[in-house]
């Protein structure tokens, strides 16, 4: 038990009836979980609103609320003394509350926060294969999930809400972690997820126009802004200095910390990479480079793609920072995979597969764009797009086929409640208008029959990329969800065909 006015320390605050001296032992916003000894927090959502549930929370004993509506404004249960406490931001003070009841256990870990449109988690994964080589076992917080050791688990946010956050740092602690490498979105910056953070590096990767949209972000400049938010609270700046947006991003935030830049481009920044070269063989797939500047080494990364080098060199910025051994971070970067980016499934004589997260046109263009680089006698791309979506996003995906693959297979991807078939008919249409040859693509509804037909149906020299999916392990239709993992289909299907 404690005081919840101990927890209320960080937050301005008024007591509108009864007392911040009561005794609690959790914070709760989900009325379902009520009981004695919560305080629960309401939020006016844009949705539903949680000060409309203060009855029945109170029914089943829970005798604390934070609030951010004045007394005049709540329907109270008759009879009944309650704990009414006033903020004027329930999403802060839910992260400076979940702080505390977990006892601040991000002030007690080694805080390394990422943001950008593409390439977090990519970069989230290369941080912890380098931390753990240099003997840090290191917590992961992103698009995949959490990682703590070995043990996975799902969230439903690239950014989990501030209680599940703190959460999952208190678990980090206890399982002996260090580090932290956090996927921090924009979403989560507007919903003032990560509002009792301190980072201690803070990473800008780059930004192009995404997750604009009526729940999501008004416009662009919105979008940017909250990109900026994570050097509002860091303690030093690692930006992308190939990036047009990054004095803005510095501008926007007022980043007075500690910074460094890194380039792919220019040799005026801090550490920059140079002589990049793409290599494939039997047993490796990806580019070697050149470091320069303030770090100079040589590096393989496995990981296929010049934007990827550009990922691994915020990794390289912080890891120069921190004094890390070359020698384990050199050895680190040339085995790290990331499941569902520009990951090498399957690989031969005769031709390879890659399976990558590529959802939309950006990601698709610097995808395809990279592969070209490996010289492929044919680039092969197996892809859909997802349904109740933009058509924005099905069609910039056609267009990008008919000007970077060889070869096209239309397939599913969580279609949701539209059919395949119409959305796989626009992807056509894209692909056509935008120049694609008749003669070079397929439609087959089916996403494990189109990867057979892929793998069944390759020539020598063929670059296979599934794409859409990456790291996903389910297939959305009608607003059922099976299993479906494109890696595992591409393995059954080799040994399906005897490859």
Same mark, same amino acid.
């Given at each position: 038990?404690?005081?919840?006015?101990?927890?209320?320390?960080?937050?301005?605050?008024?007591?509108?009836?009864?007392?911040?001296?009561?005794?609690?032992?959790?914070?709760?916003?989900?009325?379902?979980?009520?009981?004695?000894?919560?305080?629960?927090?309401?939020?006016?959502?844009?949705?539903?609103?949680?000060?409309?549930?203060?009855?029945?929370?109170?029914?089943?004993?829970?005798?604390?609320?934070?609030?951010?509506?004045?007394?005049?404004?709540?329907?109270?249960?008759?009879?009944?003394?309650?704990?009414?406490?006033?903020?004027?931001?329930?999403?802060?003070?839910?992260?400076?509350?979940?702080?505390?009841?977990?006892?601040?256990?991000?002030?007690?870990?080694?805080?390394?926060?990422?943001?950008?449109?593409?390439?977090?988690?990519?970069?989230?994964?290369?941080?912890?294969?380098?931390?753990?080589?240099?003997?840090?076992?290191?917590?992961?917080?992103?698009?995949?999930?959490?990682?703590?050791? $070995?043990? !996975?688990? &799902?969230?439903?946010?690239?950014?989990?809400?501030?209680? =599940?956050?703190?959460?999952? +740092? #208190?678990?980090?602690?206890?399982?002996?972690?260090?580090?932290?490498?956090?996927?921090?979105?924009?979403?989560?910056?507007?919903?003032?997820?990560?509002?009792?953070?301190?980072?201690?590096?803070?990473?800008?990767?780059?930004?192009?126009?995404?997750?604009?949209?009526?729940?999501?972000?008004?416009?662009?400049?919105?979008?940017?802004?909250?990109?900026?938010?994570?050097?509002?609270?860091?303690?030093?700046?690692?930006?992308?200095?190939? $990036?047009? !947006?990054? &004095?803005?991003?510095?501008?926007?935030?007022?980043?007075? =910390?500690?910074?460094?830049? +890194? #380039?792919?481009?220019?040799?005026?920044?801090?550490?920059?990479?140079?002589?990049?070269?793409?290599?494939?063989?039997?047993?490796?797939?990806?580019?070697?480079?050149?470091?320069?500047?303030?770090?100079?080494?040589?590096?393989?990364?496995?990981?296929?793609?010049?934007?990827?080098?550009?990922?691994?060199?915020?990794?390289?910025?912080?890891?120069?920072?921190?004094?890390?051994?070359?020698?384990?971070?050199?050895?680190?970067?040339?085995?790290?995979?990331?499941?569902?980016?520009?990951?090498?499934?399957?690989?031969?004589?005769?031709?390879?597969?890659?399976?990558?997260?590529?959802?939309?046109?950006?990601?698709?263009?610097?995808?395809?764009?990279?592969?070209?680089?490996?010289?492929?006698?044919?680039?092969?791309?197996?892809?859909?797009?997802?349904?109740?979506?933009?058509?924005?996003?099905?069609?910039?995906?056609?267009?990008?086929?008919?000007?970077?693959?060889?070869?096209?297979?239309?397939?599913?991807?969580?279609?949701?409640?539209?059919?395949?078939?119409?959305?796989?008919?626009?992807?056509?249409?894209?692909?056509?208008?935008?120049?694609?040859?008749?003669?070079?693509?397929?439609?087959?509804?089916?996403?494990?029959?189109?990867?057979?037909?892929?793998?069944?149906?390759?020539?020598?020299?063929?670059?296979?990329?599934?794409?859409?999916?990456?790291?996903?392990?389910?297939?959305?239709?009608?607003?059922?969800?099976?299993?479906?993992?494109?890696?595992?289909?591409?393995?059954?299907?080799?040994?399906?065909?005897?490859?």
């Amino acid at each position: 038990m404690a005081l919840l006015k101990d927890w209320l320390k960080e937050i301005n605050y008024r007591v509108l009836t009864g007392t911040d001296e009561c005794e609690v032992n959790d914070v709760i916003f989900d009325s379902r979980k009520a009981e004695a000894n919560t305080v629960f927090l309401c939020m006016k959502g844009s949705r539903v609103d949680s000060h409309d549930f203060i009855r029945e929370v109170a029914g089943k004993g829970t005798e604390t609320f934070v609030v951010e509506k004045d007394l005049k404004e709540l329907d109270l249960p008759e009879g009944k003394e309650l704990n009414l406490i006033y903020v004027e931001d329930a999403r802060a003070a839910l992260s400076s509350l979940s702080a505390a009841r977990f006892g601040h256990p991000s002030e007690k870990l080694k805080m390394i926060g990422l943001t950008g449109t593409k390439g977090k988690t990519t970069t989230s994964y290369m941080f912890r294969a380098v931390l753990e080589a240099c003997g840090y076992k290191t917590g992961v917080i992103g698009t995949n999930g959490v990682m703590i050791g $070995d043990t !996975h688990y &799902e969230t439903k946010n690239t950014t989990p809400d501030s209680y =599940e956050l703190n959460s999952y +740092f #208190s678990r980090m602690l206890e399982a002996g972690c260090e580090y932290v490498v956090m996927e921090c979105s924009s979403q989560g910056f507007k919903m003032e997820r990560t509002a009792d953070i301190t980072f201690d590096y803070g990473i800008f990767l780059n930004i192009s126009p995404d997750h604009i949209g009526p729940l999501e972000h008004a416009d662009f400049d919105e979008y940017l802004y909250y990109k900026s938010r994570l050097f509002t609270q860091c303690r030093t700046a690692v930006l992308n200095a190939d $990036d047009p !947006h990054t &004095e803005k991003i510095v501008e926007l935030s007022g980043c007075r =910390e500690k910074k460094y830049r +890194f #380039s792919i481009s220019s040799e005026e920044a801090d550490i920059y990479a140079c002589d990049l070269h793409f290599r494939t063989d039997a047993d490796f797939a990806g580019t070697e480079f050149r470091t320069g500047g303030l770090l100079e080494e040589e590096f393989r990364l496995a990981i296929p793609g010049v934007y990827n080098v550009s990922n691994v060199m915020a990794v390289l910025t912080v890891a120069y920072d921190l004094g890390l051994p070359m020698d384990k971070v050199r050895e680190a970067l040339e085995k790290v995979h990331v499941d569902g980016r520009s990951e090498v499934v399957y690989k031969s004589d005769k031709f390879t597969v890659i399976v990558d997260y590529a959802h939309n046109e950006v990601s698709m263009v610097n995808l395809m764009d990279t592969l070209r680089h490996y010289n492929p006698k044919r680039l092969v791309v197996v892809f859909g797009c997802g349904g109740n979506r933009s058509k924005d996003r099905r069609i910039g995906m056609g267009q990008t086929a008919a000007k970077t693959a060889d070869f096209s297979i239309f397939t599913a991807d969580n279609s949701r409640f539209e059919k395949t078939e119409d959305i796989i008919a626009d992807i056509e249409q894209a692909y056509l208008e935008a120049g694609g040859k008749p003669d070079a693509y397929v439609k087959i509804p089916d996403r494990e029959s189109a990867i057979r037909h892929a793998m069944a149906e390759a020539k020598a020299g063929d670059l296979i990329a599934v794409i859409g999916k990456g790291h996903e392990d389910y297939q959305e239709e009608n607003g059922v969800r099976r299993h479906f993992l494109d890696r595992e289909e591409i393995l059954k299907i080799k040994e399906e065909l005897g490859l």
